[in-house]
Structure formats: C-alpha cells, structure tokens
C-alpha cells in the first residue's frame, strides 16, 4: 500500500485528500495542512516510487488508472467512502482518473496547476526528455524542466522543493513515471468530456505560461467548473502564494453554493 499520513480532528468531519505531482511527495503540502486540519481530517499521500511509497511496483501497461487505483485503495483502508480532493500539476490528472472510474468517491476537486492538454511547446520539451532519459542523469532532466516550468525568481522556493524531492527517486522510477506521458494525450481529452457534475476548482498561477491557457478553454462553457488565477504564482502555486491558495481552496469546498452564486 502506499505510504500515508492522517491528521484526524473528529471522526466524523469530512477528509480531504491531498495528491502531489511527479517527482515530488507529501511533504510538498506543508503550507496547507495547518489550515486544512481546522476544519477537515487531512489524509496526505506519497504516489508510488516518491516519498516513502514503495519503489519498484511497476507493472508493464501501468497508467494513471493503475495509480488511481492504488488512491482508491488508501481511502478503502481507512474507511473513507468520499473525499474532497486537493493535487497540482500531474496529481491532478491522478484526481481526474478517480472522477472517471470513482465518481461517487469524490466530493470535490481543487485542481493546482493541472496539466489539461499538452501545448506544443510542452509537447517539444517531453520530446526532448523521451531522447535524453536514457542517455543523461535523471537529475539533469528535472532540474531543467523546473526551471523551464518555473522560471522566475518568485517561484525559487517551489522550484528548490521539487527538486528536493526529485532527487530522493532513481533514474528507474523517474523514466517510469516519465514514460507515462508518451500516451498521455488521448488519455487528457477523455479526462475533459465530462466532470460528473463534480464540483471543481482549477487554481492556477498566472505565471504559469505553459499550462494555464488551456484551462481558461476549458472551463468556458462548463458547468460544475471553475478558474481562480492567483497573481505572482507560478506553476506550483501552492507553495509560491500558500494563502490565497488556501483561501481560494478552503471558500469553494467548505462553501461551494455561495462559491457558484458568486461566480
């Protein structure tokens, strides 16, 4: 089973459920879990191969539906039957495979930073990776779509704790995760045809060039969907401005009929 960690208030108040992305763990949730545990049991999980989860647990034709699964089988453990969910960047393509085949177990989504399609200019960048993976240290690789992904001065802090954690993986677990965005295209669109009548939340920084204009596309038109840009935010916006994250992200899920009355 995954590795976890639990801050429970009272047995009976809601959980929310926090999922990172590739490369980073758990630990990348530390200016949210003070706030969140007023009000909600927080349950922080490290995905397969990050964190003290299990390295080496992959299986050939593994996808985020097999890591969805794994998810699932936390909240199963722990006796949760629904959730809120918090992730950025790709934990929130992990959130979005649970809505499709577990919709009943999510209350509601707050999507980071989420990756929705992929640009040409991402899609040129995860080119040059699928190159260079086997041939260069995995560390060189990250170091150096974290400083493409989070470029400015502002985001250093969330650019130096991915790398932390990055640097905790092998090579091994790094190109398994990687390879998973050879397919990921078509698994992207699929993910976007239909929220469930879930309400979600996509917090984006609006410094995050590569991934915050196919978001704002998406979410015209949609109903259950909503878009928060946070100034001076990068792709991590999480860390980069944790309190008008956590403002945004506490108000839609403790409040979310004003939060649509509002919008």
């Not at 960690?5 to 009272?10: A, K």
Request: charged share 20%; proline share 3%; net charge positive.
């Amino acid at each position: 089973m995954l590795y976890y960690r639990t801050y429970t208030t009272e047995q009976q108040s809601p959980w929310v459920v926090f999922i990172h992305g590739a490369g980073g763990s758990s630990s990348i949730w530390y200016k949210q879990v003070k706030e969140f545990k007023k009000y909600f049991n927080v349950l922080l999980i490290d995905l397969r191969g990050h964190g003290k989860s299990q390295k080496g647990s992959w299986k050939k034709g593994d996808t985020f539906v097999q890591i969805a699964d794994e998810v699932i089988q936390v909240l199963n453990h722990l006796h949760i039957k629904s959730a809120h969910f918090v992730g950025i960047s790709l934990g929130t393509i992990v959130i979005q495979t649970m809505a499709h085949k577990y919709p009943e177990r999510i209350r509601s989504m707050v999507l980071g930073g989420a990756v929705v399609t992929l640009n040409f200019r991402t899609s040129f960048l995860l080119s040059v990776g699928h190159v260079g993976k086997y041939i260069m240290p995995y560390m060189w690789l990250y170091r150096l779509f974290a400083w493409i992904i989070m470029p400015k001065r502002s985001h250093t802090e969330s650019r130096h704790a991915f790398v932390r954690q990055a640097a905790k993986m092998c090579q091994k677990e790094f190109i398994r995760w990687f390879s998973l965005t050879k397919a990921v295209q078509p698994f992207l669109k699929k993910l976007q045809t239909d929220f469930f009548g879930i309400p979600t939340l996509f917090v984006m920084g609006e410094e995050d060039y590569l991934f915050r204009t196919p978001v704002k596309a998406l979410v015209q038109g949609q109903q259950d969907v909503s878009l928060i840009c946070i100034k001076d935010a990068g792709h991590v916006c999480n860390i980069d401005q944790p309190d008008r994250f956590n403002e945004i992200s506490l108000r839609f899920i403790l409040q979310p009929q004003q939060w649509k009355r509002a919008q």
